[in-house]
């Protein structure tokens, strides 16, 4: 049986494994330097960065706890044209749980919270040779901007906000 | 031309809703642009604003045709990297012709990385289209990487009809502290 719940401090161990196994899935699983110290001053200190989503499974009639098997973090955006979004920026469940719908969902559930915190629309990045998850968001009527409006993901790394932000003068 | 960057306040609203409609002509999509200055200052101006954004301001003497001394503006908030933590995300960036080639667009992206350092963030991500080649030049030139061409990253999104549709179909038993957001 499914449970989604909102995270606890208690769960940034689970929160954690999770993140590493979707890495693993991208076949980027060296690029995770967070720790559970990070996660949990991160998501559960004065300031969130973040808020998470968990799906909990528990097997019918057993006395054993409930599982984690899915997770979905996201946090709010701004767009200047239209205002607040909610921006998904992790989303994931275990292998041996797919296909059950759970990830559907977990995907109506983000939505309703959107609409709830009046954010016109939801948005997320997906590798392009990610297939399977595309075709999962497409065919509940997501959108590729990159694909349809040309949007390209653009990013500066450490070494270079720090050669930015040093004061020059114009 | 001297010209200043400085944080902006509630009273900038009405010339950042300007420039965001200038640069959405830009962009081909000002058909796209739904919010009004009163939003604008609810949302960056309240106590827990959605977005921060900084102003490059020229003297009375520099003003430009129209008589505006606020030429350019970037508007950016925090994000959150589940592999490496806090990165900042410039949403918009812009410089009005007139004043473009003059350092204003470096001086508001230096200002962005100096707020985005001093809150440990470790990436500065933006969206660009790919038609703009300007744009990209100048980013690249300044050490920024195309996540989309090496590593196949599309941006998706959910809105109108979709959005209301899977909203519906939510289990209605989750609990969450939705007037924190």
Known sequence: MLKLRKAEPRDVPDILRLIKELAKYEEMEDRVLLTEKDLLEDGFGEHPFYQCILAEWQEEQSNEEPKVIGFAMYYFTYDPWTGKLLYLEDFFVVEEFRGKGIGSEILKLLSHLAMKTRCGSMHFIVAEDNRSSIEFYKRRGAEDLSKEEGWRLFRFDKDSILKMAAPAEE | ??????????????????????????????????????????????????????????????????????????????????????????????????????????????????????????????????????????????????????????????????LDKLAAEAPKDYKSDLDTN
């Open chain 2, 1 to 162: 031309m001297d010209f200043k960057i400085r944080a902006a306040k509630q009273e900038d609203c009405k010339e950042i809703s300007r420039m965001i409609i200038e640069l959405a002509v830009f962009e081909k999509m000002q058909d796209q642009v739904k919010i009004s200055t009163q939003e604008l200052e609810r949302d960056g101006f309240c106590s827990s604003p959605r977005f921060e954004c900084q102003v490059a301001e020229v003297s009375e003497e520099h003003k430009s045709s129209q008589g505006y001394t606020v030429v350019g503006f970037v508007l950016y908030y925090y994000t959150y990297s589940t592999w490496m933590g806090p990165t900042v995300f410039m949403e918009d960036l812009y410089v009005m012709p007139e004043y473009r080639g003059k350092g204003i667009g470096k001086g508001l992206m230096s200002k962005v990385a100096q707020v985005g350092k001093e809150k440990q963030c470790t990436r500065l991500q933006l969206a660009v289209l790919d038609w703009n080649t300007r744009s990209l030049d100048f980013y690249i030139m300044k050490g920024a990487r195309n996540m989309t061409a090496s590593e196949g990253w599309h941006a998706l999104r959910f809105d109108g009809e979709a």
